[in-house]
């Protein structure tokens, strides 16, 4: 029997997806505009007699997260921008020891403290290993309570099949709105397979200690390490690129956005559709890897870009890498907090086609 | 269809709820629904509100910058639903509490007495659903002929016997437009 569709925050369906996906244990630290994440996991992971912890910083919890995810289990922590940068070293950390586990972003407006509305300033930081150290991470970003749902879903997966933590990076508006939402099956922790490489249960395999660590004091050791990692960068690049695009072969100016800025996008097309105006949408649902090949080859067919973003320009560096001089690309942001109209981007749209 | 709908109020005249139904009735109906509360450091007195769309389509932007219809509870929530209503839209005033005509002239206004059919009803603080019956008949988004199964999965059991007295509300609001 198929789900019936439910009425949810985006918060409340990342933490009912993560639950459905056999998250085994959460630890997490107040903030908002994603409290009510947290919330929603310290009822039901009880419920479930699964673990939740109220940590007692950001920078605790990632830590109770790299134990826990170290014994193999599935694992998750979310936070708000200025919470994400405390938890930066832990996630470095889990990267150089090869952790799968899932962080959520509910990004606000920044730098510092900043406001409690939307933003999506922390690109940068999510797309580039925002810690020290050389590395990367799954970066998936939603545009819907719907996405929110299936991506927290399949973060699960993909941090599993790659041994690496998978961040959503969603914005304030994102994980505050609500929307209908069909919800993916629930699985038991129980039986997802044991991770062969996972610390504890000795008792009953009698096999040699596993240690989970990102220490290596020995360089020839630790580059061929990286190096390995960097190998399985380049095999991710290959199969987990996921985008969508809307009238891009027709359209000679592609509006580029992910998450809401996407939807602003959408409306600007909309509108401009029904004004006689071909414009195209391009939105990267992974952000690492950056959908950098399909981006190319639309710069080679001559197409123009607007990244769109709510932010002072951090996507549209990957798109201007992608287009490689052989597009133009321009942009158009609103940041600290300010959510741009559809009305704004058409305008710019329109300034850019000299209509 | 889409109808994109501004709501306006003072914390506490219920205006989150009325989105939340508003948009939970929508898509028992089988539309797409996006329901945004601008929360901040607002509190009971200070204006809650709400940008809320319903659609036979996908919804493109969830922030509402332009409102085919706007609900004005309060006087304070008036000039806040002028400055943004689409040219010629639709304005439902509660004029138990406004009462001022809006500035704007290309405006279609209906005034609802949403707090005096309320408390004929029985109770005060039922004036939004008072308004979102209005809603419905002016706009005809919405038919709400599914809200009162949404009320009963929305409200805990204890406050079922309250159903009815809201379901007089909404016809109420309704006959009012």
Known sequence: MSEEKRLMKGNEAIGEAAVRAGCRAYFGYPITPQNELTAYMAKHMLDKKRTFIQAESETAAINMVFGAAATGARSMTSSSSPGISLKQEGISYACGADLPMVIVNIARSGPGLGGISPGQADYFQSTRGGGHGDYFHLVLAPKSVQEAADLTYKAFELADKWRMPVMILADGLIGQMMEGVVLPPAIDPESLPRKPWGVGHQADTHRANNHVSSINLVPVELEALVRARFKRYEEIKKTEVDFEEVNCEKADLILVGYGTSSRVALGALEMAKAQGIELGLFRPISLWPFPEKRIAELAAKGKKFLAVEMSMGQMVEDVRLAANGKGEVHFYGRCGGVIPSEEEVLAEAKRLLGK | ?177
């Open chain 2, 1 to 177: 269809m889409t109808e994109k709908t501004f709501m306006a109020g003072f914390g506490g005249q219920g205006i989150i709820s009325l989105g939340q139904l508003w948009v939970y009735c929508a898509m028992k109906e089988g539309l797409e629904v996006t329901f945004f509360p601008f929360y901040g450091a607002e509190k009971r007195g200070g204006v809650a509100r709400a940008s809320v769309i319903v659609s036979t389509k996908e919804i493109a932007s969830p922030l509402v910058t332009a409102p085919d219809s706007s609900i004005v509870m309060n006087m304070d929530s008036l000039p806040i639903c002028e400055e943004v209503a689409k040219q010629g839209g639709l304005m439902l005033v509660n004029s138990s509490l406004v009462k001022v005509d809006p500035k704007r002239a290309d405006l279609k206004v209906i005034k609802i007495a949403c707090n005096e059919i309320a408390e004929q009803i029985g109770d005060g603080k039922i004036a939004n659903m008072v308004m979102m019956g209005a809603l419905s008949k002016a706009t005809g988004a919405v038919k709400l002929d599914k809200l009162e199964a949404v009320l009963k999965s929305f409200f805990p059991e204890s406050k079922h016997k309250f159903i009815p007295m809201n379901m007089a509300a909404i016809e109420a609001g309704m006959k009012a437009v």
